[in-house]
Every structure is written in C-alpha cells, then in structure tokens.
C-alpha cells in the first residue's frame, strides 16, 4: 500500500512538472540533463531523449564565451544556487533571452543529488525594453532639439524685429 502512495504521488509530480509552462531542466551534479519537461523542449526545440544524459554546455550558447560562463553558473547553482539573465541559441538557431533560476536539490543526508534549473523565455518583453528605452532616447532628442530650435529662434526674432524697424525708418 506504501508503495502504491508513492507511486502516485510520483505520478501527480511528474504531471505537475509537465503541466508547468516554465522551462523545467533537472540536472545530476556534473550538470548532465537528466530530465527536462515539455516546456523546455518547446522552448528549446531539443526533444527530452536528445539532451538527456549529455552536459547542459553542450547546448549551443548564444556566444562563444558562454560556455564558460555557463560552467561558472553550474558551479554557483550546486552551491547555494544561481539566478539571472542568459543568452541561449535553439536547436533551429533561434536566439533567446532567459530568466533563469537554478538550486541545489539535496538528497536526506545534505548532499548534492542534483540542480534544478526553471526558466523563462523573457526575448519579446527584452525587446520591448529596448524599444522603449529608444523611444525615450528619441523623445529626449527631439524636446533637445526644440529647445535649441527655441533658443536659436529667440534672438532671430529680435533681429528681424530690428530689421524691419530699420527698413522702416528709410
């Protein structure tokens, strides 16, 4: 009956995982996949069987120093865990933006047994930012360009007035 419990419960958490719409990666503690749901086979256009048991570095990064940089995340994460923003590549060469949160899974005793890594495809709310932040350059550019318009506009007004005051008298 115990194991008829756990078996359930095991199932409810492997539905749970599948239903998250969160990239969900599972990795052993040398950061080889072992399990990812079906969001972050969505979102990275690798299926489960293709990533599972090959290291997480191996999925191509956005930039070639990246790998590196991931090593670094992986150690952080199996310490006391990672957070932040990360450049990814798709399996079709899509580039991608993520907000990414990575933590130690420890097993009964404190040790490492694994890092789970949830992620975000943060790409078209990154783009908006920068759109935006363009419009605002744009907006700051233009009330810049008025006000000179203004000041240069100011003294040509006095001088035509004195112009024509001038070409008045004659």
Known sequence: VENSLLFQDVRRLALALESISDA???LDP??????INLAAEEMSGYTAAEVRGKPLTLIPPA???SRTEA?????????AGWRGEVRAVTKDGEELTLSLTMAPVRGHQGSVIGI?????????RKRMEEHMQETGRLISL???AAGVAHEINNPLTVVAGFSQLLMAED
Do not use: C, K, W
């Open 24 to 26: 969900v990666v599972f």
């Open 30 to 35: 040398i950061g080889h996949v072992r399990l």
């Open 63 to 65: 930039n070639p120093g």
């Open 71 to 79: 090593r670094e995340i992986l150690r952080q994460a199996s310490q």
């Open 116 to 124: 789970i890594g949830v992620a975000q495809d943060i790409t078209e």
């Open 142 to 144: 233009g009330e810049m």
